[in-house]
């Protein structure tokens, strides 16, 4: 038989576990391949570039082929870039009503 060398404390347990499991589930980042333009991309997305605009610059400029679909993905995740889309339509409604 073995010694108990203290009580169970079960609370304590599964507190344990959960944190575990917490850790497990967060999720890791992996760096872009579009991070070292994304102050180059974000203003020319402002400016009205399209997807498709900001691919070619990446392929001529920078030698750097991604699809437009990534290139997308990319923007929306950004902070700066869905701030400003979203202003946007409140301008365009407050000039509508006056």
Known sequence: MTKNHGTFNA???VERIRIRRTEARRKLYRKSRL???RSE?????QAGASCADLVEWLRVNHRCKVN???VDR???K???VNAATTDVPEAAQSEEDS
């Open 74 to 76: 990319y923007l929306k």
């Open 78 to 80: 950004l902070p700066e």
């Open 35 to 37: 991070d070292k333009y």
């Open 11 to 13: 609370q304590a347990e």
């Open 41 to 45: 991309l974000v203003a020319m997305k």
């Open 68 to 70: 437009r679909s990534s």
